[in-house]
């Protein structure tokens, strides 16, 4: 599964950002679908997760009732749509895929990975 990040950009505190991530290859309507993020000098971490059907969905805590994710198996494209962006969401934003769905969302568990699209939130 080959995966493409896009949507990123600057945008004002308090403003939105709707990521996408167009996956390609073999059957990527059958993956579960994450988006992660790292800021600089930090650990790359966990923000979204949607399974392949999309009746289940994960976030970390920080970005509940904020960010959604979703995803349209027609298109093969996955969305996360951020409102009320915070400086401390400033990272570059990552979409990635696993073959199976887990509340447990651990970057080791997804195969996939898209090169990322940058987000930059100023206060």
């Known amino acids: 599964v080959q995966l493409q990040a896009s949507g990123g950009g600057l945008v004002q505190a308090g403003g939105s950002l709707r990521l996408s991530c167009a996956a390609s290859?073999?059957?990527?309507?059958?993956?579960?679908m994450g988006w992660f993020r790292q800021a600089p000098g930090k650990e790359r971490e966990f923000v979204a997760a949607i399974s392949a059907t999309g009746v289940n969905t994960d976030y970390t805590d920080s970005v509940k009732g904020r960010f959604f994710i979703s995803r349209d198996n027609a298109e093969n494209t996955v969305y996360l749509l951020m409102n009320g962006l915070k400086p401390e969401d400033t990272a570059i934003y990552f979409c990635?895929?696993?073959?199976?769905?887990?509340?447990?969302?651990?970057?080791?568990?997804?195969?996939?990975w898209g090169q990322g699209t940058l987000v930059t939130v100023s206060s």
């Open positions: 290859g073999r059957t990527p309507s059958a993956y579960s």
């Open positions: 990635a895929a696993r073959p199976y769905y887990s509340p447990n969302n651990y970057r080791g568990d997804y195969h996939y």
